[in-house]
């Protein structure tokens, strides 16, 4: 399964969200979002359907794919900010 090289930001907040608690509800969620309950709902849908996002009872939860992709996602981001650093100080 693979999923957007380029996913919306929303879809980005939420898994940033999950990555950092066990389990969130649909309103907590999208409290900081400026997005109808419509729109954020097609987010998480697609998030579900990806398979990185699981639905509980209580609210929503990353699944194992969903934290190997977000864990995956914040090694991207620290090899490009070793590589910035790398740069910064050959400039110097």
Known sequence: MSYESNPHSTQVSILRHLLFTTEANFAELQ?????????????????????????TPGGY????????????????????????????YNDL
């Open 61 to 88: 939860k990353l699944s194992v794919l969903g934290k190997e992709y977000a864990l995956d996602a914040l090694d991207r981001l620290s090899t490009e900010i070793q590589h910035y650093e790398d740069e910064k």
């Open 31 to 55: 409290k900081d979002s400026d997005l109808t309950s419509d729109h954020f709902t097609f987010h998480i849908k697609k998030l579900v359907e990806s398979g990185y996002v699981e639905k």
